[in-house]
């Protein structure tokens, strides 16, 4: 359980023995190479971490999104497909035919899958949206239960309750029909995915939780704290981390990975992009999670700015043409180590 990316891992081996092979042949001699990833996938494994991106099922035709999905990500998230109405449009029918194209996608390519999302406001099918009280909370339950035990032992983390906490200054929660079930209803949810499936990492998700002097990030916090102390089974705190000129990143976001870590969790940078894809602003994301232990990696919300679900933002790593930006350089710069000229 819990394993670590391999695919990128195993390649920079295949390379070595390549270039050592080589090295032997011509001089007799073993060079060790300094090791600098060319990929994303490859360059975070080098540290520890994955580098994934949102995946949308009907974009798996694509062969220009394919070849940079299986060259560049070691991790997907499915970005609708895993939702509660994709999975259970009628009540106790459960559906994975849009989600499981994805999953074997990531299987046979190597790559780790992030779940995503079990219990959300958001994306309620039909019958869920008119449902409130015990039987919510049964149903709730039941959802978590059933679509965890399908994906039991393939996915590396669950979003099990996702953008829970009020926007603004209350630091409380937002009011949803889950809500309205009993405050209880977020660790219910946990408990459900942990008996499910043990060896999938269990992750409270949300937005706006970047800054640390804001009231939603302290909302969070102390949950997780207490969550921590009452031993609710929570393993990690996603940032989905949708930067733009409203929710700007700012540089507390260290501050912010750190303290949420030294509760006990792990931190995982969960639905990256910024808006205008500013280098500078890419690389300081990177070197903030490469900071933090705990930080176990980064997925950006799409791969081509055509891909992104707030396109004209243009806030991804690749240009709708495929081609790789600023941004791109910067990234894979910063997980190597390495330095790019600032740009501006
Ligand atoms: C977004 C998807 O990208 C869109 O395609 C969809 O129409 C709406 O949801 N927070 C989340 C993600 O947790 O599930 C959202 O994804 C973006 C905001």
Known sequence: ????????????????????????????????????????????????????????ANKLSDSAYTTILNREFTMVTAENEMKIDATEPQQGQFRYSQADPIVNHARTHGMQVRGHTLAWHGQQPGWMQGMEGTALRTAMLNHVTQVVSHYRGQIYSWDVVNEAFADGNSGGRRDSN?????????????????????????????????????????????MVRDFKARGVPIDCVGFQSHFNNDSPYVSNYRTTLSSFAALGVDVQITELDIQGAPANTYRSVVEDCLA?????????????????????????????????????????????????????
Not at 192 to 221: E, H, I, M, S
Not at 303 to 316: E, K, M, V
């Open 1 to 56: 359980m819990r394993n670590t990316t391999w695919r990128a891992a195993s390649r920079a081996a295949l390379a070595l023995t390549g270039a050592g092979a080589l090295a032997a042949g011509m001089a007799m001699v073993l060079v060790t190479p300094a090791s600098a990833g060319t990929t994303l996938g490859a360059s975070a494994a080098e540290k520890g971490r994955y580098f994934g991106t949102a995946v949308a």
């Open 178 to 222: 889950l809500q309205r079930t009993g405050n209880d209803w977020i660790e219910a949810a946990f408990r459900a995915a942990r008996a499910a499936d043990p060896g999938a990492k269990l992750c409270y998700n949300d937005y706006n939780t970047d800054n640390w002097t804001w009231a939603k990030t302290q909302g969070v916090y102390n």
């Open 292 to 344: 933090v232990a705990r930080c176990n990696g980064i997925t950006v919300w799409g791969i081509r700015d055509s891909d992104s679900w707030r396109a004209s933002q243009t806030p991804l790593l690749f240009n709708s043409n495929g081609s790789k930006k600023p941004a791109y350089d910067a990234v894979l710069a910063a997980l190597n180590n390495g330095t790019t000229p600032p740009t501006t």
